[in-house]
């Protein structure tokens, strides 16, 4: 089982940016994907980006939400999976959630996930 703790969330104004991070603990043997999530109040989650990886390949996938503004990648030294967003919008404001076990825009294929980080764009 592995244990995730997201971090880097707030209000920023929109147009601004926000990075946010994601660390890993636990057991991680295995694990070659991680994804990105939001939820805001009364909606469903939805996909944001997935990153998967191999010794010799990176995939990535972003909903077209926040493609060209989004940016997923990670630091294998540290474990840790990041979420840099650019250009944000009043409608980005979410609880973002990250999630290891998959690389799929299903959040039903994910098996580990973490607390949560509240991003709050005012406009």
């Known amino acids: 089982q592995v244990q995730l703790v997201e971090s880097g969330g707030g209000l920023v104004q929109a147009g601004g940016s926000l990075k946010l991070s994601c660390a890993a603990s636990g057991r991680t043997f295995g694990s070659y994907a991680m994804g990105w999530f939001r939820q805001a109040p009364g909606k469903e989650r939805d996909f944001v980006a997935a990153?998967?990886?191999?010794?010799?390949?990176?995939?990535?996938a972003y909903a077209d939400s926040v493609k060209g503004r989004f940016t997923i990648s990670r630091d294998n030294a540290k474990n840790t999976v990041y979420l840099q967003m650019n250009s944000l919008k009043p409608e980005d404001t979410a609880v973002y959630y990250c999630a290891a076990g998959s690389g799929s825009p299903d959040y039903t294929k994910y098996d580990s996930w973490g607390q949560g980080t509240q991003v709050t764009v005012s406009s």
């Open positions: 990153i998967s990886w191999s010794s010799s390949s990176t995939s990535y």
